[in-house]
């Protein structure tokens, strides 16, 4: 794909799974502002993303732009108000062995970073250096360590930047379900997963290239 030059306020497309696109805003790099609109086809002159509900804002990396399908998108109007969140949730770093639908046909193993987390805040607009480098540390301040209701976890995104193809897919999962969906918290904070998250699961736990490959076929043509 062409390279695109990162500027605030721009709206990007991108594609989810192969023939799937949606919209996102570029707000300070490298956070994106995600849409609640999915489209298979690439016509985005009547959309004004002021009336398009917002998914999640999320730090993503260069390589996610560098292998998705992205383009620059000048008909759709941009959101007016970029203001990006403070509270976020700050996973544990721990390594572990993750087995999902154990017992059954599609039992998973794979190696998992994280296990529960703090909501932590983060004053974005002042951070220096990478996206969680702040003058205070990793984040400005604890709210809650140790975080156990399901309503704080369901409200809040993780810290961390977002990959291909693994953000591709979480975004597919978006289109299907019509909300923010996110696989990487549900597996982090040990909830039941859906059983239409096996994709997803797929990529974290590719064995060789024929398996990663596999998975990369449904994102590259």
Not at 59 to 86: G, H
Not at 117 to 141: A, C, M, Q, T
Request: proline content about 5%; some cysteine.
């Amino acid at each position: 794909m062409s390279k695109v030059v990162w500027k605030e306020g721009s709206v990007i497309s991108i594609e989810t799974r192969l023939g799937l696109f949606t919209l996102a805003q570029m707000a300070k790099s490298p956070y994106l502002i995600f849409f609640n609109i999915f489209r298979r086809e690439q016509n985005w002159g009547d959309v004004d993303l002021n009336e398009v509900p917002v998914l999640f804002c999320k730090a993503i990396t260069r390589q996610f732009l560098k292998f998705s399908n992205v383009r620059k998108q000048k008909v759709a109007a941009p959101k007016n108000d970029l203001s990006l969140p403070d509270k976020w949730i700050h996973g544990y770093s721990a390594s572990r062995l993750v087995t999902v639908w154990e017992g059954t046909p599609k039992e998973r193993k794979f190696v998992f970073i994280g296990d529960g987390g703090d909501l932590v805040r983060i004053d974005i607009n002042n951070h220096k250096g990478g996206p969680y480098k702040h003058r205070s540390g990793v984040y400005d301040e604890v709210l809650e360590e140790n975080i156990k209701d399901s309503d704080v976890i369901n409200s809040y995104e993780l810290t961390g930047q977002a990959v291909f193809p693994s953000m591709n897919e979480r975004l597919y999962l978006c289109s299907l379900e019509g909300k923010n969906v996110d696989p990487e918290k549900v597996i982090k904070f040990n909830l039941p997963i859906p059983d239409v998250f096996d994709t997803y699961i797929n990529i974290l736990s590719a064995k060789d290239d024929d398996d990663r490959n596999a998975m990369l076929s449904l994102y590259k043509a």
